[in-house]
T-cell receptor
Framework: QKEVEQNSGPLSVPEGAIASLNCTYSDRGSQSFFWYRQYSGKSPELIMSIYSNGDKEDGRFTAQLNKASQYVSLLIRDSQPSDSATYLCAVNMLRSSYKLIFGSGTRLLVRP | EAGVTQSPTHLIKTRGQQATLRCSPISGHTSVYWYQQALGLGLQFLLWYDEGEERNRGNFPPRFSGRQFPNYSSELNVNALELEDSALYLC?????????????FGDGTRLSIL
């Protein structure tokens, strides 16, 4: 089992729709969770961080964390073509001495 | 506020040579992290430096090494370059090491081995 798993996609949604990106992780002791956006050929850009169970909203982005299910998700409302990118889930794993472990990313395509 | 800066942007080397990549963290950040991202692959953790000390290391051979200077900037050295070392090398920084601070990335150095 991979430490951080994401569906590679591509996830294709029409403009204006809600895009839902999911991530599961293996270390139950993990405390910090991050979502990064990476455009092709560019470096990852931090979008959201979440540390406690529940939802955290920032503009069109909502991060959701369920530690019991070892599941973190990112919702993007009113998706725009400019949101088309690869979204990386990253988990700071206690048992890996706080190494930030990245999933392989989900490619999102927003159709105009 | 300046972000994480990396140099050079591109680096071309041949097999067996040595490469040095440099990184300046965001002002006030004391932790620096290095990652390798090979084409089409995910980010692989290389090294973590905090307060001048190596805090953690990924599953890479010893020919990957680095250091952090008193001003918190860092360099990554790769010796005896191999073709498979061709990748985007990303540096990130955070306020402090540990489990809660998010990491912010530089634009990367693209290393090509001929």
């Amino acid at each position: 089992q991979k430490e951080v798993e994401q569906n590679s996609g591509p996830l294709s949604v029409p403009e204006g729709a809600i895009a839902s990106l999911n991530c599961t992780y293996s270390d139950r002791g993990s405390q910090s969770f991050f979502w990064y956006r990476q455009y092709s050929g560019k470096s990852p850009e931090l979008i959201m961080s979440i540390y406690s169970n529940g939802d955290k909203e920032d503009g069109r982005f909502t991060a959701q964390l369920n530690k019991a299910s070892q599941y973190v998700s990112l919702l993007i409302r009113d998706s725009q073509p400019s949101d088309s990118a690869t979204y990386l889930c990253a988990v700071n794993m206690l048992r890996s001495s706080y190494k930030l472990i990245f999933g392989s990313g989900t490619r999102l395509l927003v159709r105009p | 506020e300046a972000g994480v800066t990396q140099s050079p942007t591109h680096l071309i080397k041949t097999r067996g040579q040595q490469a040095t990549l440099r990184c300046s963290p965001i002002s006030g950040h004391t932790s620096v992290y290095w990652y390798q991202q090979a084409l089409g692959l995910g980010l692989q953790f290389l090294l973590w430096y905090d307060e001048g000390e190596e805090r953690n290391r990924g599953n890479f051979p010893p020919r990957f090494s680095g250091r952090q200077f008193p001003n918190y900037s860092s360099e990554l050295n790769v010796n005896a370059l191999e073709l498979e070392d061709s990748a985007l090398y990303l540096c990130a920084s955070s306020l402090q090491g540990g489990d809660v601070q998010p990491q912010h990335f530089g634009d990367g150095t693209r290393l090509s081995i001929l």
